[in-house]
RNA sequence: GGUCUCAUGGCCGAGCGGUUAGGCACCGGUCUGCAAAACCGUCUACAGCAGUUCGAAUCUGCUUGAGACCUCCA
């Protein structure tokens, strides 16, 4: 695996390229990625994110690598609306829902982690929340303070742009130039307590509403939005480690503001490799709250979408996300998910066929080539568009194989069965397809099948078919194989 | 308005200068009592216009169109 190690390639934000990926210790690997904001359930496009983070883990996992993986859960912060207004989105939504902030927190953490176990993502080492680390928020405040790089005004904090700008490149992950940004973004209205516009909250003086409220040297208050990161990951991965991630939205100004705190109090910054993700589209345009055109991961297993005629397994949804590499958008339309079920069926039924594949002396195509191409598409900045085409490309010769026209030796076979079991399931995250019936069917399904086999023996088709037909108003597809009837 | 990204066959979606991406659909075939399913095969596209090159989907310029960020967002 040290070998596949070294021949990983990340597209690294920072750089705007693809370089080899070099932990910081040797087979360790730290990673952060920014989790969601827990005051609403989280919709089909933020669990794009997580589940292609959870690829990559998986597969870092799979090399070997000993991983550290950190995933925040933001249940308290202050962010800046369109009016520039500090907003407490939790507290916001407990009042409208009439509980208390903590609680509705609980509530959607309880749906996501039952929607991670849906979706077959693997649980992070370390999911801290923002409001268990406000003391290590303050306290990298303060450091922040200390050198220089921020103010406070009447009991809250700001981080001073300019004068970081003296010493470091803000816009350094984003591109953006300040002065640039300036024209162009709302200007300082009269109540603003900051000296420049660009500057932003560490620490928000508390409303007299606000229903969190922690204390502080500055007085009661609460953490701006960027700093719970900068501390949750410092605090358990170090004041630099190897991979910071997220949607592709939060590169301005979440990261880039990570990147400056970091700076700012530790003079680094916090990772090596910055990885981001696409969104997830509906009809060309960002799945989003604020849009309204998102939908919920439990209405897509329902078939509740009101968008699609029918509902798609779990299963489906993450095997159709992994045909798309995760740097690109990835439209959500019947059509794709359809073709996606498809292709997963097949896929699996493949896999199936594998474990029953006989071997011969010696192998009519080149196997270990073969399941190199898997490492090669990952070893590619993660490329599982193109793992999953080589595993279709495994398909049809495991296809061939099982009807004579290829043949496959006892080694190979064992390989392949091995690296088709590692890629299918461990890596891609696909789930063995459960039995799905009710278990006293089958029983009675063995009986009606015997049934019509009789009649089919017989030559009696009119109560073949009429047993088939009526089988199917019940939604039971029967298939005559040439092993025998099958049925689902 | 600024910054940036992208435009691929009926649909989704890889591709980073020369090789069939792949899946779905369509079509042809095998199998089958019929059907369905399954399997095999076929289908050669890169928004437009110029340019660079022996050679461009891939590089450059322009045009057109779409999207993201600039405000919370995964």
Redesign the pocket.
Known sequence: MKAQQDQLVI?NTLK???EPFIPLVEGKVGMYV???????E?????????INFDLIYRYLLHLGFEVKYVRNI?DA?H????A?QE?D?IGAAAKAEQLQSLEIVYKYAVKFQELQRIYNMLPPSIEPTATQHIQEQIEIIEQIIANGYAYEVNGSVYFDTRRYMQDYNYGIL????VD??E????TLNAQDEKRF?AD?ALWKKANPDDMQIWRSPWGNGNPG?HIECTAMSTKYLGKQFDIHG?????????HEDEIAQSCGSFGCNPARYWM??????V?????????GN?FLPKQILEGSTGLFEKSYSANVVRF?MM???????????Q??L??????????T??VA?LERLEAKETSSFDVPALVQSFYK?MN??F?A??L??????A??????V??G?EQISAPDLALLKEKIAVFVFDVLGLQKEAAGAESRLVPVMELVLDL?GQ??TN?D??T??QI?DGLAKAGI??????EG??WS
């Open positions: 597209y705007g390229e693809k920014c989790g969601p904001t827990l005051y609403s989280p919709h089909m496009g933020n669990m794009r994110t997580f933001t912060g962010i800046t609306n369109s520039g907003v989105s984003s591109g953006r130039k640039e940004l024209n162009e973004t709302r516009f932003f939005w997220g949607g592709m939205d939060l590169k301005f100004p979440h981001h993700a696409n969104m997830l589209n009809n060309g345009q960002k799945m989003s709250k604020s849009f998102y159709f045909q798309a590499h995760y740097r690109s958008n990835l439209d959500f339309t059509d794709a359809n073709a996606a079920e498809k292709g997963l069926s097949k896929l039924d493949a066929t598409a590619d900045d490329n568009p193109i999953v085409a080589n595993l279709f490309e398909t049809r010769l495991i296809n061939l099982n009807d026209k019509r009649a089919r030559k088709w009119t073949s078919d088939r597809v029967v298939k005559d194989g040439k009837t099958t």
